[in-house]
């Protein structure tokens, strides 16, 4: 798979932010066949800094509903990366 496959985007949320800012942790939505060794390989490609672990998570879609009845949101995969200290990724 291609760096830019693997990656589709950087999640933004206060959590992230905070963990960006105090313990180096990027957080970004992926593909879901993607593995660790190819999250890894796409963060240092696209940002150009050295990643030291992934942690990976598989989320279950959530249970929607309307006046026409129930649906399911996708299923989304999200990698927490963690960079060296002192490499930097800016994201905004």
């Known amino acids: 798979m291609e760096s830019t496959t693997v ?4 999640l933004i949320t206060e959590k992230s932010t905070f963990a960006s800012g105090e313990q180096n ?12 060794g190819q999250i890894k390989r796409a963060v240092e490609e696209l940002y150009g800094v050295r990643v030291l672990s992934v942690a990976t ?25 963690k960079v060296h200290p002192d490499d930097r990724i800016d994201l905004f």
């Open 7 to 10: 990656i589709r985007k950087p």
């Open 25 to 36: 942790r990027y957080t970004f939505q992926v593909d879901r066949r993607a593995d660790k």
């Open 57 to 81: 998570q598989n989320r279950k879609g959530q249970m929607r509903r309307n006046r026409f009845g129930y649906w399911s949101t996708a299923d989304v995969k999200r990698a927490i990366v």
